[in-house]
């Protein structure tokens, strides 16, 4: 390590000291003097500048911010995220089930700050940027903190405790790896990921080494809350922050384990220690992760297209969209109100309790009899069909008296359609396409022997007593049927054409629990007036003018979308480029990012075939070394010092866990996956590397000339680093454009896909 100091002393002029100064004694002068002397005197300076970070920060700003704005074109994955900076520029709501929204915020601050109107429409990869689109702006996030891992890798090797050598050849090969260059020179998520993750680590080491000498010193605290804070940003960034969070809370409790058997602490003590841990580790992460669906949720207030995902509460507290058809409305629905219900659970979409003049089929195309009975469905779109109004069985009146009575949990009903004036009816007759669930009718009197079974129960489930009043949009309602006790339940499953395929809705029987799919919610409500059958089709089209306000609270929201987040799955589609986490390890695939639409330009996510395998092989090498040095000390024979054992434990505990975390579920997860998915994991490989070489160079080459063999092996292995890294740098920054030769020189192996335009 290279310090440079400068230090300046206050002097005072004396004639009898050689070359005419000494130091002058403030605690000699009176205080009026002492003023005065420190007008007089110039001010003590002193700083220490570590050249090593400072020179592995230059290098890492320049190898990802060189060339930034290029190309000025949409690059992969910029199409998907580019949408959400848009929407957040306009202030539309949406809702990516990718993760949280920390990361989309970082993104869209970059375009904020560059001017950006979210106008351009990001639909191709490849096109080109408009002129209004701040490309470098976008970019420079993403890429700072890419170029921030290089030194945070150097800090990281040395709160390890190994030397500035292994520190510094850790902080080169992340600066030299090409596969992570390329991933933070595009407004892409994966070197914020990193970058949090890594300051986690850094933050944690720096803790647990104050922990020994300085306990609760300011530099103590600061250090443990960042951790909190990384661990908080990297969860915010992408779900799989989560992993590298998880293994630092493991190694925090093992700390913590270890602390209470040390006697020289007291049980005071002690718990203040567990509190502050808890206070920075986990109530400040959590609350840090709400305040980032707050900001987000704050920003994006306007209605927009990923609106009818949600609950119509949620849709109804959003500018514009259904808050337009909604304001006004009245909040407790009574006898008499004409209302439309949209079931809860909104797959396979959303859709609202619908009726028409058609009856069921006589018989169906199975053989089966149905009851003949008016139709009733699940229709996916607004219609005047969807109105119903809430009747009092005991009155024969449909409008709303003068005061309301409203429904209250509990309370029998029977819902009449509005158009045909039909009442909603179940009875002992199979669904046509549910045989074991009742079919769902509007009742036609046939004069045969089935007569109306139209009575329903109101359960509220999301009730805070019994005697909660039924509530517009709020309410989450079960129907449930008087004489044979079946649930109006949503099958979801799509009738034939005599249905005009609108989704087939049943009386379940056996109804345990409360699943969504037999929750229904009011969603729009009007008092009815009008008696006459002609006046209140007239009415049912006509918008209501009172005032009511039904604004959810932001723990409602956030739970609602964060559910949303956790359960929306996109179908899974294969993609050309997509992998397998075993295709991982060796890089058996790439990516092709971007293709110049002329030349032979491209850029490419390849990474540094040397750092790859030596990653792959230093993990080979310290499970190995680890087994063997597990048994020896099993067996009482010890290789290695004490100190170098507990070096080599905590150094595999970060790096070959935090690979691990960041690996391994992969192969639990049911989803689409790339190559940079594990750009995480091996980055605490990198790490892992020069800590397995100082081990091999300090404790296996014992003699001097081994010592020396290995080092100039060292030496040309680092020089075939920079040979690939040089290499592959064209497909990594996309320029110089390349030769067709040359391009199938790059094909190292044949499962890459370098892009050799046709001649």
Not at 329 to 355: D, F
């Amino acid at each position: 390590m290279v310090v440079m100091c400068w230090h300046l002393a206050l002097f005072s002029p004396d004639q009898s000291h050689p070359g005419g100064f000494i130091p002058v004694t403030l605690s000699r002068i009176e205080t009026f003097d002492r003023m005065l002397g420190f007008l007089k005197n110039p001010v003590v300076v002193t700083a220490e500048i570590n050249m090593n970070l400072v020179a592995l920060t230059v290098m890492g700003l320049i190898s990802r911010l060189w060339g930034l704005s290029y190309p000025r074109a949409v690059v992969f994955d910029e199409v998907y995220y580019g949408q959400f900076v848009s929407l957040y520029m306009k202030r539309i709501f949406f809702v990516d089930d990718s993760g949280p929204p920390f990361g989309h915020m970082l993104l869209a601050l970059g375009g904020y700050l560059g001017g950006f109107d979210g106008n351009f429409l990001w639909n191709r990869i490849g096109a080109e940027y408009s002129r209004n689109v701040p490309v470098r702006s976008l970019r420079l996030l993403p890429a700072l903190a890419g170029a921030l891992c290089v030194p945070l890798a150097y800090q990281i090797l040395v709160e390890l405790q190994f030397s500035h050598c292994a520190a510094l050849g850790a902080a080169l090969l992340i600066l030299l790896e090409n596969s992570l260059i390329t991933q933070s020179r595009f407004m892409l998520l994966e070197s914020i990921l990193i970058f949090f993750i890594l300051l986690a680590v850094l933050s944690y080491l720096k803790f647990y080494n104050l922990q020994r000498h300085s306990s609760f010193s300011g530099s103590w605290w600061f250090w443990l809350l960042l951790t909190g804070v990384a661990c908080s940003c990297a969860v915010g960034v992408k779900y799989m922050g989560l992993f590298t969070y998880m293994l630092l809370l493991a190694i925090a409790g093992l700390h913590f384990w270890h602390m209470i058997g040390d006697q020289n602490l007291s049980n005071v003590s002690l718990m203040c220690h567990f509190l502050a841990r808890g206070l920075a580790l986990i109530i400040i992460p959590v609350a840090m992760y709400l305040s980032f669906f707050y900001v987000h949720l704050t920003l994006l207030y306007r209605s927009g297209p990923h609106d009818q995902i949600m609950t119509s509460a949620f849709q109804a507290s959003l500018e514009g969209g259904l808050a337009r058809i909604t304001q006004g409305q009245p909040l407790e629905v009574a006898y008499g109100s004409q209302i439309t219900l949209r079931n809860v659970l909104g797959k396979p979409m959303q859709c609202w309790l619908h009726s028409h003049t058609n009856t069921y089929p006589i018989r169906y195309e199975n053989g089966r009899g149905s009851s003949h009975q008016q139709q009733v469905t699940c229709y996916p779109f607004k219609d005047v069909n969807n109105w119903w109004i809430v009747k009092d069985p005991g009155m024969q009146q449909l409008v709303v008296s003068n005061p309301p009575r409203p429904v209250r949990h509990g309370h029998i009903v029977q819902l009449v359609h509005g158009i045909t004036t039909r009442y909603l009816n179940t009875h002992d007759v199979a669904a046509p396409l549910s045989p074991h669930s009742q079919e769902v009718s509007c009742y036609i009197d046939y004069n045969i022997s089935m007569p109306a079974q139209n009575l329903w129960r109101v359960e509220i489930v999301n009730r805070e007593s019994d005697t909660d009043v039924w509530k517009t949009i709020l309410s989450e309602v079960r129907f449930v049927h008087v004489n044979t006790s079946a649930v109006l339940k949503l099958s979801g499953a799509s009738l034939p054409e005599w249905g005009y395929r609108q989704l087939e809705v049943v009386g379940e029987k056996l109804s345990k629990g409360y699943h969504q799919s037999m929750l229904w919610n009011v969603e729009e409500h009007r008092y009815g007036k009008s008696q006459e059958q002609k006046e209140r089709e007239v009415e049912l089209h006509s918008p209501t003018q009172m005032d009511i306000s039904k604004n959810l609270s932001f723990m409602a929201k956030f739970t609602e979308l964060q559910w949303k987040i956790l359960t929306l799955k996109n179908e899974d589609t294969e993609h050309k480029y997509s992998s397998s986490a075993l295709d991982w390890i060796t890089m058996d695939t790439n990516i092709a990012y971007w293709l110049h639409p002329t030349s032979g330009a491209q850029i490419h996510l390849l990474g540094n075939v040397v750092i790859w395998a030596s990653a792959n092989v230093a993990a080979l090498v310290y499970v190995c070394l680890s087994l063997w040095y597990l048994i020896r000390r099993r067996r009482k024979m010890y290789d290695i010092p004490e100190g170098a054992w507990q070096l080599w434990v905590s150094a595999g505990g970060i790096c070959v866990g935090g690979w691990a975390v960041n690996y391994l579920p992969f192969f639990l997860m049911e989803k689409t996956l790339f190559l940079y998915h594990y750009l995480p994991a091996l980055t605490f490989q990198i790490l892992l590397i020069p800590i397995v070489l100082q081990h091999l160079g300090d404790h296996l080459c014992r003699s001097l000339l081994l010592k020396s063999m290995f080092s100039a092996l060292i030496v040309a292995w680092f020089s075939s680093v920079y040979l690939v890294y040089s290499t592959f740098s064209p497909v990594t920054y996309g320029e110089p454009s390349l030769s067709v030769t040359e391009l199938k020189d790059l094909r190292w192996k044949d499962s890459w896909n370098i892009l050799i335009r046709k001649q």
